[in-house]
């Protein structure tokens, strides 16, 4: 099987944000996977596994989300393709989606793998307009996904602790749910291997695509809040007792 | 201009976040001297548009068609696509369900637009409407702009507006109009199986009024026992944030969120928990919320009553203590 995984590179979770018109200013942050899609290239590791064939990880961005598809490498992907776009984070879905699918359409993989979102825009978007824009089947937010010779049988998650099984030819693309599986970690072997491993390079201009935008992030910034928060002060126990006074008396919840 | 909300019912109920979306429509039909469309999508649902006609909305047009009955992506966004290209709406909003982040985005590329998703509220600038959705999992919000001509798609967050707002029709009914669509059974390439439940529903959150939830702040499974303890002492029952119970430490019925169980009990104790958008969804009804976090900035503290900026592994044990004090 040749499973390629779209996996985006995000600002570090534990990064100091600091607002700069509508995106954030990057220098002097870390990035990472975006834990969703580690979740995607994880289940594609397993089927590779258990089906034979090829990992792709593909992303998109500046220079730096080179670190990320090397780590994907070194997780066991087999190559990596890059799309150099240092105006990444200013595309709306669509048109990154556009991006996306032209690096992948002439790949012809037999299944395309994405996280639900990205933690970052958060749009939880771009399997679903990658399928459309490569007119593939899809399903969104998988739990479990079974191979049988051209199709696949789907656990797809619902609200409030429902579930569906949907069958799905192949090729297809699937929006991979968190908690699917457990992620792994790179080994000393894989990190080593991945430094062998190639990378292909390719711009959005390479690839042809133009697209107006759809939408356009006016500008971020913090929600002003609507509830007033009570920020209690002193010891544990001080505070504890605090708290417990303001539940029993003014919140009178307890 | 011409709003149009696609409803969503399941197995012959409403999900309720369809109200909310009609009064999302309401309001901004209101700001722009708008009228509203409602459309009910299935087959064998005439009575979710009776439902909808005694409600403040122009027109009901209900979308039946034997291949609609079982939702499929491919079914429904080529039925809307249809019905849009035909009654040409300026702006088509929804609900932002599961059921919605499958098909909606589809259905905005087949017409070359795009979506704005899961927004959490919008607001006028002159005369263009500015919608606003959650990013960096609500550390901040954007204003988002649609680009281009209409029609343009967008989505609401579940609790972003509230149902029980929607106003009821001033005269009397909303016209119910049917609509055909064409679909060939070859259109439709993934087929819908069985829903089902798997969690064993031994405990129903919804009912409880002190739950007592945990986030990746626990660290590790050995450490529950005291967010337990703490849960006995003020009478609470326990739940988590998705991490916890993907890794298994907790059952999945106890997970609150968009996945899980959506929950409004009296009071709601968040420890460790950083506020993520998927786990707020599913809480920030309750009445009293108390966060306690190590982080200042974690986004839990936006929506909570009471905070304290402080190691979990110090505050339990120190809440625990306080309660059984203040028993006796």
């Known amino acids: ?254 | 201009m011409k709003i149009l909300v696609i409803t969503e019912q399941r197995q012959g109920k409403w999900n309720n976040t369809s109200f909310e979306t009609l009064v999302a429509a309401q309001q901004i039909a209101a700001d722009t001297g708008s009228a509203i469309s409602a459309l009910v999508i299935g087959k064998g649902v005439a009575n979710f548009a009776e439902d909808l006609a005694s409600k403040n909305i122009a027109e009901i047009l209900l979308l039946e068609h034997d291949l609609l009955e079982a939702y499929t992506p491919d079914g429904y966004s080529l039925a809307l696509s249809q019905v849009i290209g035909s009654s040409k709406p300026d702006l088509v909003l929804f609900p932002h369900t599961y059921q919605v982040r499958d098909f909606a985005p589809k259905l905005a590329a087949m017409m070359g637009k795009g979506m704005i998703a899961d927004c959490v509220s919008f607001h006028k600038e002159g005369d263009k409407v500015v919608f606003v959705r959650q990013m960096f999992q609500g550390k901040t919000v954007a204003d988002v702009t649609f680009q281009g001509a209409s029609p343009w798609f967008g989505s609401f967050q579940s609790g972003a507006f509230r149902a029980d707002l929607l106003k009821a029709h001033p005269s009397g009914k909303a016209p119910i109009n049917k609509i055909a669509v064409e679909l060939k059974p070859e259109q439709i390439r993934t087929k819908p199986l069985e829903l089902f439940k798997e969690a064993k529903s031994s405990v129903d959150l919804t009912q409880a009024p002190v739950i007592v939830s945990i986030g990746r702040g626990i660290k590790a499974p050995e450490n529950i026992p005291q967010a337990e303890a703490l849960a006995k002492a003020i009478g609470g029952e326990m739940a988590a944030s998705r991490p916890i119970c993907d890794e298994g430490w907790l059952p999945m019925e106890r997970q609150i969120g968009s996945s899980g169980q959506t929950v409004a009990p009296k009071l709601y104790l968040a420890l460790g928990i950083s506020g993520a958008i998927q786990h707020v969804v599913g809480m920030k009804g309750a009445r009293t919320i108390v966060a306690i976090n190590k982080d200042q900035n974690a986004p839990i503290f936006e929506i909570a009553d009471y905070g304290i900026v402080g190691d979990i592994f110090e505050i339990m044990p120190a809440l625990t203590a306080a309660l059984e004090k203040a028993k006796t």
């Open chain 1, 1 to 254: 099987m040749k499973i390629i995984v779209c996996i985006k590179q995000v600002p570090a979770k534990d990064a100091p944000l600091s607002i700069s018109g509508n995106w954030i200013k990057e220098s002097d942050i870390g990035f990472e996977m975006n834990e969703p899609d580690s979740y995607a290239l994880e289940e594609a590791l397993r089927l590779k596994e258990k089906h034979g064939g090829e990992v792709v990880a593909l992303s998109m961005g500046p220079e730096r989300v080179k670190q990320t598809i090397k780590e994907a490498l070194a997780k066991g992907a087999d190559r990596g393709i890059h799309i150099s776009d240092d105006q990444f984070a200013q595309l709306d879905p669509l048109s990154a989606a556009r991006t996306l699918a032209e690096a992948l359409r002439k790949e012809n993989a037999d299944l395309i793998l994405t996280g639900l979102q990205s933690d970052d825009h958060g749009f939880g978007q771009t399997g679903v307009l990658v399928a459309t824009l490569l007119d593939l089947p899809h399903a969104t937010i998988i739990m479990q996904i079974e191979v049988q010779e051209k199709k696949m049988r789907l656990k797809r998650e619902l609200e409030a602790g429902w579930f569906q099984h949907i069958e799905c030819p192949l090729p297809a693309v699937l929006s991979i749910q968190s908690g699917i599986n457990k992620v792994r970690y790179a080994t000393l072997k894989g990190i080593m291997a991945a430094k062998k491993k190639e990378i292909a390079s390719m711009t959005r201009e390479s690839l042809g695509v133009k697209s107006e935008p759809t939408q356009k992030i006016e500008k971020i910034y913090v929600p002003t809040k609507t509830k007033k928060t009570e920020f209690l002060t002193g010891t544990p126990a001080e505070m504890a007792t605090k708290l417990v006074e303001k539940l029993k008396f003014d919140a009178r919840v307890i």
